[in-house]
Protein backbone atom coordinates (compact mmCIF):
# COMPACT_ATOMS: atom_id res chain seq x y z
CA UNK A 1 0.00 0.00 0.00
CA UNK A 2 1.18 3.82 -0.66
CA UNK A 3 -0.48 6.64 1.11
CA UNK A 4 0.67 9.86 1.00
CA UNK A 5 -0.66 13.04 2.77
CA UNK A 6 0.27 16.64 3.01
CA UNK A 7 1.58 17.29 6.69
CA UNK A 8 2.30 20.76 6.00
CA UNK A 9 2.20 23.46 3.57
CA UNK A 10 3.32 27.22 2.97
CA UNK A 11 -0.15 28.06 0.96
CA UNK A 12 -3.72 27.39 1.17
CA UNK A 13 -4.56 24.24 -0.73
CA UNK A 14 -7.68 23.39 -2.64
CA UNK A 15 -8.41 19.78 -3.02
CA UNK A 16 -7.36 19.77 -6.29
CA UNK A 17 -3.97 21.44 -5.07
CA UNK A 18 -3.20 18.66 -2.39
CA UNK A 19 -4.11 15.99 -4.87
CA UNK A 20 -1.48 17.26 -6.79
CA UNK A 21 1.16 17.75 -4.25
CA UNK A 22 0.75 14.35 -3.51
CA UNK A 23 1.57 12.69 -6.83
CA UNK A 24 5.10 13.13 -6.79
CA UNK A 25 5.98 11.65 -10.15
CA UNK A 26 7.17 14.70 -12.33
CA UNK A 27 8.65 16.45 -9.48
CA UNK A 28 12.33 16.55 -10.13
CA UNK A 29 14.87 14.86 -7.87
CA UNK A 30 17.43 17.08 -6.02
CA UNK A 31 19.47 14.12 -4.91
CA UNK A 32 19.67 13.65 -9.09
CA UNK A 33 19.53 17.58 -10.19
CA UNK A 34 21.93 18.19 -8.01
CA UNK A 35 25.32 16.46 -9.19
CA UNK A 36 28.90 16.24 -7.68
CA UNK A 37 30.02 19.63 -7.83
CA UNK A 38 27.51 21.37 -9.81
CA UNK A 39 24.80 23.30 -8.28
CA UNK A 40 21.48 24.86 -9.13
CA UNK A 41 19.75 27.85 -8.47
CA UNK A 42 15.93 28.55 -7.68
CA UNK A 43 13.36 31.16 -6.33
CA UNK A 44 11.05 29.04 -4.05
CA UNK A 45 7.50 30.24 -4.59
CA UNK A 46 5.97 27.62 -1.77
CA UNK A 47 7.01 24.25 -0.10
CA UNK A 48 4.99 21.19 1.51
CA UNK A 49 6.08 18.25 3.56
CA UNK A 50 4.47 15.06 3.02
CA UNK A 51 3.75 11.99 5.04
CA UNK A 52 4.64 8.88 2.91
CA UNK A 53 3.71 5.50 4.09
CA UNK A 54 4.85 2.51 1.54
CA UNK A 55 5.16 -0.92 1.98
CA UNK A 56 7.16 -1.62 -1.14
CA UNK A 57 10.37 0.62 0.05
CA UNK A 58 13.38 -0.56 0.80
CA UNK A 59 14.08 0.45 4.81
CA UNK A 60 11.53 2.57 6.61
CA UNK A 61 7.75 2.27 5.02
CA UNK A 62 7.25 5.64 6.85
CA UNK A 63 8.95 8.64 5.68
CA UNK A 64 8.87 12.34 4.70
CA UNK A 65 9.53 14.35 1.87
CA UNK A 66 9.53 18.01 1.02
CA UNK A 67 8.71 19.67 -2.28
CA UNK A 68 9.80 22.78 -2.95
CA UNK A 69 8.05 25.01 -5.63
CA UNK A 70 9.16 27.09 -8.12
CA UNK A 71 6.95 29.28 -10.93
CA UNK A 72 6.32 25.94 -13.39
CA UNK A 73 8.97 23.18 -11.35
CA UNK A 74 8.15 21.44 -8.65
CA UNK A 75 11.60 19.60 -6.54
CA UNK A 76 11.39 17.07 -4.11
CA UNK A 77 13.59 15.73 -1.43
CA UNK A 78 13.91 13.44 1.75
CA UNK A 79 17.06 15.35 2.88
CA UNK A 80 16.32 16.86 6.56
CA UNK A 81 20.02 18.58 6.09
CA UNK A 82 18.36 20.32 2.90
CA UNK A 83 15.19 20.75 4.67
CA UNK A 84 16.63 22.37 7.97
CA UNK A 85 18.73 24.38 5.90
CA UNK A 86 16.01 25.72 3.46
CA UNK A 87 13.32 26.13 6.49
CA UNK A 88 15.75 28.36 7.90
CA UNK A 89 15.69 30.59 4.87
CA UNK A 90 12.06 30.40 4.46
CA UNK A 91 11.35 31.49 7.76
CA UNK A 92 13.73 34.38 7.99
CA UNK A 93 12.46 35.77 4.79
CA UNK A 94 8.99 35.91 6.07
CA UNK A 95 7.43 35.97 2.72
CA UNK A 96 9.88 38.65 0.73
CA UNK A 97 11.39 37.02 -2.46
CA UNK A 98 14.70 35.18 -2.63
CA UNK A 99 16.60 32.83 -4.57
CA UNK A 100 18.70 29.73 -3.21
CA UNK A 101 21.41 28.07 -3.86
CA UNK A 102 21.42 24.02 -3.88
CA UNK A 103 24.82 21.96 -3.96
CA UNK A 104 26.18 18.98 -1.76
CA UNK A 105 28.93 18.84 0.81
CA UNK A 106 30.93 16.04 1.70
CA UNK A 107 29.73 14.18 5.47
CA UNK A 108 31.98 14.21 8.02
CA UNK A 109 29.84 11.50 8.94
CA UNK A 110 29.84 8.84 6.63
CA UNK A 111 33.60 9.10 4.20
CA UNK A 112 32.71 9.34 0.74
CA UNK A 113 29.01 10.28 0.94
CA UNK A 114 27.56 13.72 0.57
CA UNK A 115 24.46 16.11 1.67
CA UNK A 116 22.20 18.08 -0.01
CA UNK A 117 21.91 21.71 1.53
CA UNK A 118 21.07 25.42 0.22
CA UNK A 119 21.94 28.82 1.13
CA UNK A 120 20.63 31.72 0.17
CA UNK A 121 21.97 33.93 -3.10
Given amino acids: ??????????????????????????????DKVVNGEESIVIKPTDYAILDVHNDKAKGDKDYTQYIILTDGDSFITGSESFWNAFKHIWDVMDGDDFEVEIYKLPSKNYEGKDFLTCSIV
Avoid at 1 to 30: G, I, N, P, Q, W
Fill in 1 to 30: MFECRVKETSMELTKRAELMLTDTSKAMKL
